[in-house]
Each structure stands twice: as structure tokens, then as C-alpha cells.
């Protein structure tokens, strides 16, 4: 069973920067996409950025394009996000999942692990 523990979240100021941690344990993540989901308070969990299991390929949901960077550091077990220029609209708790083998996409429902999510807080 892969447990996944993700880290970082906070309280920042608009304009400000976190960046997420999601260390995973267990069985290898080998040849499995990561991806980052965030729900916030009364909306549906929602896709915000993926990553292959090698990381050279990536994608991110457009409002957050430009702003947050996600990389994996697999000799580590671990997923990063990066997340610039933050807003208000960012807040929500963000969830680091493991893709099932040979699924690159967005669809949360196609992804096996979850972790149980860490808060991001951002204030005007």
C-alpha cells in the first residue's frame, strides 16, 4: 500500500509563495504520474498539475499556469509544487496523488493513492 504524506501548506499573503512536499512510502511509484488536486470549501476537487514518472512531461490546469511548478525528485519519493504568485482563490487543501499504471490525465477518479491533503490559506 503506498502512503502519500504531503507537507508545506500555510497561511501566505496574496502575492506570496509555498512551496508543497508529497513523500511517498511503500511500494514504488514506478511508472506512475503524480498529480496535485486542491478542493476548497463547498466547490468539487479539482485537477491543478500532473507530472510523468520520469517528470519531463508535465500540465496544469489554466489558472494556475505560469504561477505553480510541479517536479518530482523520484531517488527522494517525492512531489513538489511550487506555488507562485499566489491569490485569494488559491486557498483550498491540496491533495498529492498517485496516477494508476499507465494513466496520464486529469481525472481524479483514475488515480489510485491520495494523501490527506494540507492546507493553503491565502489572505487579500
Known amino acids: 500500500q503506498v502512503e502519500l504524506v504531503e507537507s508545506g501548506g500555510g497561511l501566505v499573503q496574496a502575492g506570496g509563495s509555498v512551496r508543497l512536499s508529497c513523500v511517498a512510502s511503500g511500494p514504488t511509484l514506478r511508472n506512475r504520474a503524480m498529480g496535485w488536486f486542491r478542493q476548497a470549501p463547498g466547490k468539487e476537487r479539482e485537477f491543478v498539475a500532473r507530472t510523468s514518472w520520469s517528470g519531463s512531461s508535465t500540465s496544469y490546469t489554466d489558472s494556475v499556469k505560469g504561477r505553480f511548478t510541479i517536479s518530482r525528485d523520484n531517488t527522494k519519493n517525492t512531489v513538489y509544487l511550487q506555488m507562485n504568485s499566489l491569490r485569494p482563490e488559491d486557498t483550498a487543501v491540496y491533495y498529492c496523488?498517485?496516477?494508476?499504471?499507465?494513466?496520464?490525465?486529469?481525472?481524479?477518479?483514475?488515480?489510485?493513492?491520495w494523501g490527506q491533503g494540507t492546507q493553503v490559506a491565502v489572505s487579500s
Open positions: 496523488a498517485a496516477a494508476r499504471v499507465g494513466y496520464y490525465g486529469p481525472e481524479f477518479r483514475e488515480y489510485d493513492y
